[in-house]
């Protein structure tokens, strides 16, 4: 026996049909342990009898309910954005992947604050995910992209995805490194290409992010922060090894906003990301 109810539901069909006063319906929402993807023949009767209610017996297969939610909001060829979590453990962060087939294009942790996410009820809003599409999907090639919450096969609400982007193409600078800079760069020769690549995150952000970018070994660069308005606020002087570098900044002493982080060479080659900054 799953369920014990008492049959005291006012049905007006009933007593439209002369059965007398009509208050015998029920509604006896389904059991969470049967909602285990398995085939359950299930009955309903009378208690204390061997009568069974006619429509029965009836076999059903409910799937496990998910203890994730979330959702992809962005998944173009600049950015993949979007939340998810864990209503079991509201308090956790979840790791996603971006995953083509049994490829996995990238990993992130879900952490960033989202306010419209915890104003719809989810928790404390630390769910969110935005970080820029990987260079090696940008080979005009058509890949169907997905997100799942990594170790499950929960894949995200808006997901698969169909984009298609061209190879990277670099970004002309509105305005080119400062003259400082050109004096650093000025007799380096010919700079080999490189593939910058820079990664915010996470984004927004309540205070502190992390910047990572790829520069080719020797390579020198300008690491810009300004606010909306064009002001500098963070300034410095970056140089290539040949690897994917992090660095940390923490926005705690400025204003919530929007700013814009650029990472510019010499030759103007320029990679520029905006960062929402809200608490």
């Known amino acids: 026996v799953h369920s014990i109810y008492n049959a005291n539901v006012f049905r007006s069909d009933l007593q439209s049909a002369g059965t007398g006063t009509g208050k015998y319906g029920f509604n006896i929402p389904l059991p969470v342990n049967l909602r285990d993807g398995k085939p359950h023949q299930l009955s309903v009767r009378v ?3 061997t009568y069974v209610l006619s429509g029965s017996p009836r076999t059903l297969t409910c799937s496990v309910p998910s203890q994730y939610y979330g ?27 971006l995953y083509e087939g049994s490829t996995v294009h990238a ?5 960033a604050y989202r306010a419209d996410v915890k104003s719809a009820g989810y928790g404390t809003g630390n769910y969110g995910f935005s970080f820029a599409l990987p260079s090696a999907l940008k080979d005009g090639q058509s890949h169907q992209l997905s997100v799942r919450v990594k170790n499950s096969s929960y894949t995200l609400n808006n997901s698969p995805k169909t984009v298609t982007c061209a ?24 700079q080999p290409e490189l593939d910058i690549d820079l990664v915010i995150f996470p984004n927004p952000t309540r205070g502190k ?16 922060i300004t606010n909306i308005v064009g002001l500098r606020v963070w300034r410095q002087l ?42």
């Open 167 to 190: 190879t990277t193409a670099r970004i002309a600078a509105p305005d080119g490194p400062s003259q400082e800079v050109e004096k650093v760069f000025s007799g380096a020769g010919e």
């Open 209 to 224: 992010i992390n910047a990572s970018y790829s520069l080719s070994e020797n390579v020198n660069a300008e690491l810009t």
């Open 71 to 97: 959702s992809v909001n962005a998944l173009d060829c600049s950015t993949v954005q979007g939340w998810v979590w864990d209503k079991s453990y509201p308090d956790s962060s979840l790791t996603i992947e």
């Open 107 to 111: 990993t992130v942790v879900a952490n």
């Open 238 to 279: 970056v140089k290539g090894t040949g690897e994917r570098v992090e660095m940390p900044y923490d926005f705690n002493q400025l204003a919530d906003g929007v700013y814009i982080m650029k990472l510019a060479t010499s030759d103007q080659k320029v990679e520029v990301r905006r960062i929402v900054l809200t608490r």
């Open 47 to 49: 208690q204390g009898t």
